[in-house]
């Protein structure tokens, strides 16, 4: 069973920065891709980042492209979330989840099996 942790939530300033970590137990092993995603209250669950930890293959969803960077630690089993220029359109709970996927990592939620509790993001104006 794999587990998933999030953490490095916080609350930042238009323009600030926040790293958020997803510290995963006996993943790589049982899943190939682990994705980040966030939500706000009556708002479907988006994606923003996913990376297929075995090449390190990255998507972005529109709305981060140039402003989020994902990585991966594999020695430490940690993927990592950079958030630069932070909006307020940017205040979510992000949730980290993987999945094992045949082709590329996809970007629906749905299609992922293993999700943390997630990390509140709020970004004031």
């Known amino acids: 069973q794999v587990q998933l942790v999030e953490s490095g939530g916080g609350s930042v300033q238009a323009g600030g920065s926040l790293r958020l970590s997803c510290a995963g137990s006996r993943f790589p092993y049982s899943t190939n891709c682990v994705g980040w995603f966030r939500q706000t209250p009556g708002k479907e669950r988006e994606a923003v980042a996913v990376?297929?930890?075995?090449?390190?293959?990255?998507t972005y969803g529109d709305s981060v492209k140039g402003r989020f960077t994902i990585s991966q630690d594999n020695t430490k089993n940690t993927v990592y979330l950079q958030l630069n220029s932070l909006k307020p359109e940017d205040t979510a709970m992000y949730y980290c989840?993987?999945?094992?996927?045949?082709?590329?990592?996809?970007?629906?939620?749905?299609?992922?099996?293993?999700w943390g509790r997630g990390t509140q993001v709020t970004v004031s104006s």
């Open positions: 989840a993987a999945g094992l996927f045949l082709d590329t990592c996809t970007l629906a939620p749905a299609l992922y099996d293993y």
């Open positions: 990376i297929r930890t075995g090449g390190g293959f990255t």
